[in-house]
């Protein structure tokens, strides 16, 4: 019985590494059009690696403006109760919330690749980020 949930876990084990990491490679149909796409693609790459880029800092300067009103108002409500402040504006400050992806440059970029024309071969491929 063990035996048999063990395998059967195993199996979904290596069915998920297998699909999770894939690759993709183009194989251009006529090269001078392909070039033209490509550049294309690369610029719109660019424009939206520099957009998100742009954005952390954004994004930053507003999640601190907003921890420290709260902050502020549950300081605030403390003092009107009489109580002892016991958090910290670090408490109002989710570290994550500017890492949260806005973005995929990368999806849309192989979008931009395939609409170019020709074949895309799937591969499996190591990859860091795996």
Known sequence: MINSISRV??????????????SMTKQPGDKQAFAACRVACQQAAKQCNR???????????????TAARHYRKYVHEVCVEGGIIARDLKSYRDP???????????????????SCGGVIHKRLQVSPVC
Do not use: E, H, W
């Not at 957009?51 to 403006?65: G, I, L, S």
């Open 9 to 22: 876990v195993l199996l979904i084990g290596l069915a998920l590494f297998l699909a999770s990491c894939v």
């Open 51 to 65: 957009v998100c880029r742009n954005n952390c800092p954004q994004c930053t300067a507003y999640a601190n403006q």
């Open 96 to 114: 994550l919330q500017c890492r949260k992806t806005t973005c995929n440059c990368r999806a849309d970029y192989q979008v931009c690749m395939q």
